[in-house]
Every structure is written in C-alpha cells, then in structure tokens.
C-alpha cells in the first residue's frame, strides 16, 4: 500500500466513525423532561421521579463502526481507531440500555466506576473523594472568610462569556443561550454555549466557567472541526470524556479558578454515585446533596446527574462524573511527565480536537504524516509555556519530599498550638 492510499484508508475509517458517533448522544438520550422536577416537586420531594427513555436503535451506529472495522489493521494508529470504534459501540449500546442493569456495566466500561482502580492501581476515585472530603472538613475550624455569594444571574454570565469567547474566537465565537432546562450549569460545543436560567454563579463560577467550558471544550471542539482528515477528532464521544473533563479542572487549577467548594462539588458527585452503586435512591440521594449546598433546585439537579439513564430507585446510577477527578489525575501527571522528560513537544497536541491521553502517541504519527494538523485555539495558560514549564517542573520535584518525615515534624511543632483561628490571620483575610 503507497502512503496515499493509506492516508486515503485512514481519512475513509475516520469519517465513518464519526459518522456512526453523530447519533450517539448520550447526554440528549439520557435527559430528563422538564416535567419530572415539576412532578417531583409537586409531591413535596417525597416520591420517586417518573422518568421514561426514549427507544434507542443502535443498528444505525453499530453498522457504521462495523464499516470502519473492516479497514482497521494493527498498527499504533490502528489501535487509537479501533479505540474509537468500541468507544462509539458502547455508548450505543448504553442507550439501548437505559433502566436496567447492563446500564450500569456500560457506563463503567466508558467511564469508569467510584471504586475501580486509578491509573496508579493503588487508589480509586472513591478513595480520592473521600479523603478530599475528609481535608476539606478538617478546614471547618479555620475562618475563610465568607463563602463568596452567588449573585450573578445566567444573563450576567452569559454577557461575561460572550466576552471572552469573542476574545479567544473571533468571527468563529459560538452564541451563547440561556436556556430553562440543563443538567448542569453550563454546557459548551462549537456553535452554542448554554447556560440554565435558574442557576446562580459566584465570581469564581464564571472564570471556571470560562476557563473549563469555553477555553477546553469549546476550543477542542473548535480545532476537531479544523481536522479536514481526522474528522473523528471533532466528535466528542464517551472515550475522550475522562480526558476531555481532566484537562478543562486542570484549566480552573492551572488559572486560579479553582476553589475548596467547587472542589467539594467534585468530591460529592463521586460519593453519590457509589451511594446509588450501594442502593441509595433519588430521594436519598437528593437529601444528600440537599444537606450538602441548601438549595432545593440545585440538589435535584445534582441527584438527576447520578441517575439520568439508569434506575431511580437506585442500584443503577450513570457513572460519568467520576472522570472529573480521575481525568484531573490523569492529565496533571501526564503534563507532569512530559515536562520532566523533555517532551514538552507533545503538549500541543492535546489541543487538535477531542482525544484521549492514550491517543497521543498515534496522534505524533498522524502529525507527522501530515493528517493531524496543529491546534488553532490554545488556552491562554497553555501558551505561556515558561510559566506552565516552571510549575509543572516545581510540581512533580515535590513527589520527591518525604512527606511523612516533614508531618512528623510539623505536627510536633504544632502540637502545643490550639486549633483555632489567630486573630492576626483574620484581621488579614478580613
């Protein structure tokens, strides 16, 4: 085969794929009618939500992807495709799958579960929730001042990324709407960003917002599109999400944007879907976040994330929102890497559409035989790459302090210390 007609194979099983993952859309398959919260309000949050699917067929999709199998070989760029492929074949299958109890076997294929292993095979996302948890409660007797309220409504916001979308994309900057019904905040893609009308934002909420959403989901999306033969890079599909959601924290991380109740938000998703995993319930669960934040609207929105597709009776939650903390593992310490091990060169590539840190090494080739093209739209962090260097070189030379011996010290210094806030530091934060 001359390099032409391999590139002509690889542009042929790419389009197909992606062709086979536009009717794979888990989110919109999965989501709830506006009438369920009505319903289940109207009982005084004391009964179950009455939530019905849509039917799936998967024949459409699955043919596609058995198209493009037939043109997979065994090379590295070959495993990335046939990654793809079984990626977009599950999520079909997930949809199909809705309400019982394969859904939840399909969902922990593509996006993990609460107690499976992280990539270092000694933790788990549980492990990781819990003991965030457990810091964060050990704070309870420091003053941090207060909470910063939640003052700014979905119009304010949406001028705010109205703002910096244009910013970043010029003529290319997708509209962004404010819509009644979301499952979270905020959703981005390339020609709409919306945001729910009834959700309240901080300061900090709208440069995460900003940060996660448009400079990593919408800028992957935007340089996927600009990928005329690697046309599955624009497709964001289950098999990208644990990177795709790693690398926009890691954005709130890496610009400041992160704080300990966002970080709570992150903890508590994974501790409510191993909850469901257990048998808890939708109310269970809803009485959980409802303690957690106060807000009535906000808890069932947060519950709806843990069961949206599966089982409200519980037992059968969707697993999707363990990716935020694994993925955040995943790409800090692959950025860690690369910056230890002089291939700073690949970081770049993270950014030419939607992709998985596992797609990196096909994607070089891909680069190199002139397929895969660079990333028009980088985040403001990742071009500044003498700062990003520094930090990420400071960051993995901590790995090698031994932390137990300077606990041991600290905590000897500071045994006669009462825990209590000194007036001097709350004159400063103050």
């Not at 906000?298 to 939650?317: K, T």
Request: a neutral charge; proline letters at 4%.
């Amino acid at each position: 085969m001359t390099l032409e007609q391999e590139k002509d194979r690889i542009r042929r099983c790419t389009a197909a794929l992606y062709q086979a993952s536009r009717t794979v859309r888990i989110l919109t398959g999965i989501a709830w009618s506006p009438k369920v919260k009505e319903g289940f309000f109207a009982t005084n949050a004391q009964q179950l939500p009455q939530v019905d699917y849509p039917k799936f067929d998967a024949s459409g999709p699955l043919a596609l992807v058995a198209e493009a199998r037939r043109d997979i070989g065994e090379s590295t760029i070959d495993s990335w495709l046939a990654r793809q492929a079984t990626s977009i074949e599950t999520g079909a299958r997930l949809l199909s799958a809705c309400g019982t109890p394969a859904f939840l076997e399909l969902s922990g294929e593509l996006y993990g579960t609460p107690t499976g292993a992280l990539r270092d095979q000694l933790n788990t996302p549980y492990d990781l929730a819990c003991r965030f948890d457990t810091m964060i409660e050990s704070f309870s007797h420091v003053d941090l001042g207060a909470p910063a309220a939640a003052c700014h409504l979905a119009q304010a916001v949406a001028e705010d990324m109205r703002s910096a979308v244009q910013k970043m994309f010029g003529a290319q900057a997708p509209r962004v709407e404010i819509v009644d019904e979301l499952s979270a905040n905020a959703l981005a893609g390339p020609k709409r960003i919306r945001i729910r009308r009834s959700a309240c934002f901080t300061d900090k909420d709208i440069r995460q917002l900003v940060n996660h959403e448009a400079h990593i989901h919408v800028a992957t999306s935007m340089n996927g599109m600009a990928q005329p033969d690697l046309t599955i890079l624009a497709a964001g599909h289950p098999g990208t999400t644990r990177t795709q959601e790693g690398l926009a924290v890691f954005a709130e991380f890496i610009t400041g944007s992160m704080d300990l109740d966002r970080m709570r938000r992150l903890a508590d998703r994974v501790l409510a879907i191993q909850m469901a995993v257990e048998g808890a319930n939708f109310i269970d669960v809803y009485r959980f976040f409802l303690e957690r934040i106060g807000s009535e609207e906000q808890a069932f929105e947060n519950a709806r994330r843990v069961f949206r597709g599966g089982n409200v009776a519980g037992g059968i939650p969707f697993t999707k929102d363990v990716v935020y903390l694994d993925g955040l593992l995943r790409v800090h310490n692959f950025l860690r890497v690369i910056a230890t091990t002089g291939r700073a060169d690949c970081l770049r590539l993270l950014f030419c559409g939607k992709l998985d840190l596992d797609d990196i090494p096909a994607l070089y080739e891909l680069t190199q035989m002139g397929l895969c093209r660079a990333p028009k739209y980088l985040p403001p962090w990742a071009n500044d790459l003498r700062f990003l260097l520094c930090y990420l070189t400071y960051s993995s030379f901590l790995n090698r302090v031994n932390l137990d011996a300077l606990k041991a010290h600290y905590q000897d210094m500071l045994k006669d210390v009462p825990q209590r806030q000194p007036a001097i530091v709350t004159q400063v934060l103050e």
